[in-house]
Each structure stands twice: as C-alpha cells, then as structure tokens.
C-alpha cells in the first residue's frame, strides 16, 4: 500500500480524448509508443499473460515498522482488531530499546534482524539511519493498510524473484545472512515512493456515495474509467507482455497488485449475448434500449460494447526466515469485473461505464515503473564495482547514511545483493 494523499500522479488525464497528444503521452509513460484504441484491432485478443515470472513479497506495514519489522524475531505484534492507543510506540521501543541490534548481534542472533537492519549492518551505518527513519514514520494517525505495496507491485514484473538466501561480510568482517524475503523486501524498498506513470483520480472517501443508478458520484471515486484500464490492459499484457499495477480499492486505502494474466468475453449489452470478437459483439446506442447510464454517454459515442474480465494477480505473502523459497510461497489471486466500452463511429474506445456489480469493485489507480525509471542517488554515480564485494568496498560511509535518512537505499547494494539471491 501507499498512502493516496502522497502519490504523485504524472497522467491524470482522464478527461482528454483519445488520440490528444496529452493522452498519447500518458501511455507512452507506460512505455506504450503506438497504444491502439480500435477496438476493431483490439477486440480479437481476449487473453494474455506478462512475460516474467512474477513474485510475491510482503507489504511492510508502517504501523508494525515498516522494513525495520523482525518478521523472524518471535517478538511483538499489533492486534489490528484490537488496537490500543499506544501501539505507534511498540516497535520503536522493542527494535530501538528493548532488543537494539547491538544486542541481538551479541547473542548470535543477527539472522533475527529486519531487512533495514542488516542493511544497515552492510553498509557500515553503526547509526543504523535506515531502521530509524522506517521508526521515526509511526505516528498515532498511521493506519494498518499503510505500506510498501507500491514498491513491492513494480519490483515483482521488473525484477527477477529472490529465492536463495545470501551470506556475506561487510568491511567489517561480520557476516550476514539475508534470507530471500530480505532481499524482495529491499527491492520492494528500491521502487517505492516517487513518481509513477498513472492513470486514475484520488478518492478520499472510505465510502463514497452513489447516486440512484447506483453511479458513484464523485469523479475521484469512478477511478480509472473502464476506457483507459481497457485500453491499458490490452495493449500492456496482451500485445507488450509487461506487467503494471492496480490499486485494487477503489476507495480511500490503497492495495496495490502487479497483474499477472487476464481473460476477457465481449458482450452484446443489449441481448447479453458472447462474441469471440470485441467489434462483433457492440449495439448501437439507439438500440440499446436498457442503458442505465445513458445519461452520462460520451456525445461522439455510436456503440457500446459489453466486457466480462478475469483478472489474475499476485497477491502478498508474509515474509519468512527461509534460505529457499519454492515457487509454492509465490501466490495469485482472482477478481472478476463487469464493464461496458463506448465507441465512436471509427471503432475507437473513448468511454465506458462499470457495470453496477462492479462501481464497488473496480480498479482504482493504475501505475506502471519501469527500471529506467528508478531513482538513483547521486552517491550511486560515484560508486565503482558490479559485484557486492566491489560496490561495498566504493562505498564512503556518509553515502548509505544520507540516503537512508530520506528512506531510500542505495541502487547499487540493492541491485548486486539481489543478484546474488536468483
């Protein structure tokens, strides 16, 4: 999860028509240069899969300490369904005062240490920033679903899966041992909280309200209108075989999943008969005689076509102390939604409406990050070396701690450590 009042959206272009400049270049941001809206072109391809074997890692929830939570440690743990007033102070006193790393490191119990902890440890930060700035984050007003689950949805299509535990020694000579869900857990923190490719609006409310169609009312809470998702979906997977995000509330919480696979069956909305092919199966809006969101149609619509989809994802796990991970630990979910296109008398897509089964059950956000996109700091330009042993040795010791202080952990370490764990 991330939280939606702090995502930066950089296509939130959901008013503009189909074949603007604008619109184009939101999905060019999805590395999508000739996106095809003509259903025509489009309607013949009823399934896909993305190319890379998708992973699932935790969402390291921010109440429970984020990346500095020791899922391996027998210690702590919240009860989110009976919450108590001081819970936002219970992992920084157990992993800060009560069981510091110095101590656990003393008991011979360092393989019991939370991903920003060893990555302290690799690094030489004896000051151990980056557990810190994951504690220093809880406040009272931190709420369960609040996490990483961005990060975690982009790294799992652009990254390959850890799945083999990592010994090694810092400068210091100290070995350390990273389990596999260590090192997801760190990739996942690699491609969290910055600037994505999106498309969608921000709803604020935990309910929103509908109108007596059964329409939500507020344009935030439609989300992302079934015309731009479609149009995503199809080109994305079906054509590209590249993977992308959905929030998969379409409320106020954010829980975002990297799509795996989709199957979809066209529709006459009318007569509710299949077709094979989308552009067979559209009605003319004069025929259409049952639209209950005839009021809301797009004026340059002629058609409208019907869309039952089946979507395949890739659902979070909790993390554990293992030095294998089998692909059993990786785990898919289902979710089925109902939709209708709007088409325009070329066949292009340029509207649509969700089905009353699904204006409570839709995507919300829809993001995509690609590696070229990941934030590297400056200190990771002036890091030499490929192999860990290499980049650890590069390292100066202010560079770990003044990107860890914003949260952010070194490309470089990242990206070699989990070289190590395929």
Known sequence: MFNKFSVLISACLLSLSVGSSAHESAFHDFDMDQPIFNLEKLGGITQGEVKRRLWSDDYWAKYAGGLAYRYAEPGFWLDINNPQPNDWKVPGLHILKERPA?????????????????????????????????????????????????GWAYAAYNEAPPIKSVQVRNLAGQLITFYPS????????????????????????????????GRVIDDNCRDTTPADFHTV??????????????????????????????????????????????????????????????????????????????????????????????????KTDVMTYRYDLELDSAGNIIGGEWDLSSQRNHPDLVTYVATN????????????????????????????????????????????LAKMSY
């Open 373 to 416: 996109d990941v934030m590297r700091s400056n200190f990771d330009r002036q890091i030499r070396g490929n192999s860990l042993p290499e980049v650890l040795r590069s390292l100066k010791p202010q560079f770990a701690k003044l990107a860890s202080a914003k949260k952010r952990p070194l490309f470089k370490v990242v990206k070699a």
């Open 102 to 150: 110095a101590t656990m490191i003393e008991e011979g119990r360092a393989n019991f240490l939370s991903p920003a902890e060893k990555y302290d440890l690799l690094v030489g930060d004896s000051n151990y920033t980056l557990t810190k700035s994951f504690i220093n984050e809880i406040n009272p007003k931190t709420e369960p679903w609040e996490g990483s689950c961005d």
């Open 182 to 213: 260590d090192v997801r857990a760190l990739l996942t923190l690699l491609y969290s909280d910055y600037r994505v490719a999106s498309f969608g609006g921000k709803c604020a409310s935990a309910n929103p309200a509908v109108d007596a169609q």
């Open 233 to 330: 979906l199809v080109n994305q997977i079906g054509i590209g075989k590249r993977g992308f995000s959905v929030d998969t509330d379409y409320a106020k919480e954010i829980w975002n999943q990297p799509i795996k696979s989709f199957k979809l069956k066209y529709f006459n909305p009318q007569t509710g008969v299949h077709f094979g092919h989308g552009f067979r199966a559209k009605v003319h809006k004069s025929e259409y005689t049952r639209d209950q969101f005839s009021v809301h149609r797009d004026i340059r619509g002629t058609h409208i076509v019907g869309v039952d989809l089946e979507v395949h994802y890739q659902k979070e796990v909790f993390p554990q102390a293992l030095d294998h991970l089998p692909r059993s630990y990786d």
